[in-house]
């Protein structure tokens, strides 16, 4: 099992950046895959980014070429990095794993992401 904690949310101006931080526990050599998830009130959870064990990456439409998403395996940690953020960005921000051979779905708590204009 993997445990997920994450860090780095907050209040920024539009046109800002965060960098937001997923630190695992757990078996984390048994983590296939991370990615992050993003919430706002009122709609349903999407998916924002992800990153495989290999280091391949996906992205939203929506947050591609302002947002990277990046691992530092020696620290257990993934990384989001948000830039050029804009009011719609504004949501509760979850990091995830893809753990084990049934490939479990894991998540954090989540961190909020406020941008205003």
């Known amino acids: 099992q993997v445990q997920l904690v994450e860090s780095g949310g907050g209040l920024v101006q539009a046109g800002g950046s965060l960098r937001l931080s997923c630190v695992a526990s757990?078996?984390?050599?048994?983590?296939?895959?991370n990615g992050w998830y993003r919430q706002a009130p009122g709609k349903q959870r999407e998916l924002v980014a992800t990153?495989?064990?290999?280091?391949?990456?996906n992205y939203a439409d929506s947050v591609k070429g302002r947002f990277t998403i990046s691992r530092d395996n020696a620290k257990n940690t993934v990384y989001l990095q948000m830039n050029s953020l804009k009011p719609e960005d504004t949501a509760v921000y979850y990091c995830?794993?893809?753990?084990?051979?049934?490939?479990?779905?894991?998540w954090g708590r989540g961190t909020q992401v406020t941008v205003s204009s």
């Open positions: 757990g078996i984390t050599s048994r983590i296939n895959a």
């Open positions: 990153i495989n064990r290999g280091g391949t990456t």
């Open positions: 995830t794993a893809l753990w084990g051979s049934a490939y479990s779905n894991y």
